[in-house]
């Protein structure tokens, strides 16, 4: 059974940081290329990141590039995202993907407000 546990969520002041963590189970993640997603209020899911199998490809939504690092520890089975300088736009649900399957996380919220 796979399964995606998305964490690190929460509330955070315009500036400010945070880390998600995605742990992965049921399939062998060290195998499979993960993304993050994000999806706001009223607006369509969106692209974040893109991380190969091994960690040597990397893609992000350009708008975020500089801001955003997607990594992995497939020892682990545990995907990340480290979000700096967030931004009030930065408010959605974070989600963790399997690219090429429609395995996706409960997701985390991330808000950040002052």
């Known amino acids: 059974q796979v399964q995606l546990v998305e964490s690190g969520g929460g509330l955070v002041q315009p500036g400010g940081s945070l880390r998600l963590a995605c742990v992965a189970s049921g399939f062998p993640f060290s195998k499979h290329s993960m993304k993050w997603y994000r999806q706001a209020p009223g607006k369509e899911r969106e692209f974040v990141a893109r991380?190969?199998?091994?960690?040597?490809?990397?893609d992000y939504d350009y708008s975020l590039k500089g801001r955003f690092i997607i990594s992995r520890d497939n020892a682990k089975n545990t995907l990340y995202l480290q979000m700096d300088s967030l931004k009030p736009e930065d408010t959605a649900v974070y989600y963790c993907k399997v690219e090429g399957y429609a395995w996706w996380g409960q997701g985390t919220q991330v808000t950040v407000s002052s």
């Open positions: 991380i190969s199998s091994g960690g040597g490809g990397i």
